[in-house]
T-cell receptor
């Protein structure tokens, strides 16, 4: 079974631009979560999607948004990029939410650099 | 609110020596606890998880962790370190205190270096 895939793996943008990252979950997984990883803040939860609906949201500004499609693939978008948005963005999938012990499977991440 | 504290951002051990990475948690309800490993330029891989069954949990690559409620700890150990264990390790907690919000909360990570 293929793992979680994220595209692109690397991305360079300039301040003020917007960016869209993509995540394809493991086949049969219907829940997708996004995390931001930075050296200063560590791993922080962005949001979780299930059945095309945002289910949870972390403490990030509205510039960070996401969506999920009917095939469970998910995208996240960051508008008006700031230097501080430079990070590794990780996507994780699991079968379904509602069970805290469900293992989340992580993708390799997209490394975003904002210049 | 749930939280995790990892003591020691960097740990160095000699090859063949015991590995001990510390994790303490805070949770208002019985937690679910996880240890993940991250190799350079890769995502996170689950090593093991505690889900209120046995308190001693065995994971992949000979890692294990013991849940100690009285100490609110979930330390990760491995009897004999290998060079391939060099990576960053994250402890994470999830609970059902807020149904519908069972997100993972991660510690700040511990970078493990293996000395030949």
């Amino acid at each position: 079974k293929a793992g979680v895939t994220q595209t692109p793996r690397y991305l360079i943008k300039t301040r003020g631009q917007q960016v869209t990252l993509s995540c394809s979950p493991i086949s049969g997984h219907r829940s997708v979560s996004w995390y931001q990883q930075t050296p200063g803040q560590g791993l922080q939860f962005l949001f979780e999607y299930f059945s095309e609906t945002q289910r949870n949201k972390g403490n990030f500004p509205g510039r960070f948004s996401g969506r999920q499609f009917s095939n469970s693939r998910s995208e996240m978008n960051v508008s008006t990029l700031e230097l501080g948005d430079s990070a590794l963005y990780l996507c994780a999938s699991r079968t379904e939410p509602g069970q805290a012990y469900n293992e989340q499977f992580f993708g390799p991440g997209t490394r975003l650099t904002v210049l | 609110a749930q939280s995790v504290t990892q003591l020691g951002s960097h740990v160095s051990v000699s090859e063949g020596a015991l590995v001990l990475l510390r994790c303490n948690y805070s949770s208002s309800v019985p937690p679910y606890l996880f240890w993940y490993v991250q190799y350079p330029n890769q995502g996170l891989q689950l090593l093991l998880k505690y889900t209120s069954a046995a308190t001693l949990v065995k994971g992949i690559n000979d890692f294990e962790a013991e849940f100690k409620k009285s100490e609110t700890s979930f330390h990760l150990t491995k009897p004999s370190a290998h060079m391939s264990d060099a990576a960053e390790y994250f402890c994470a907690v999830s609970d059902l205190a807020n149904f519908g919000n069972e997100k993972l909360t991660f510690g700040t990570g511990t970078r493990l270096t293996i000395i030949p």
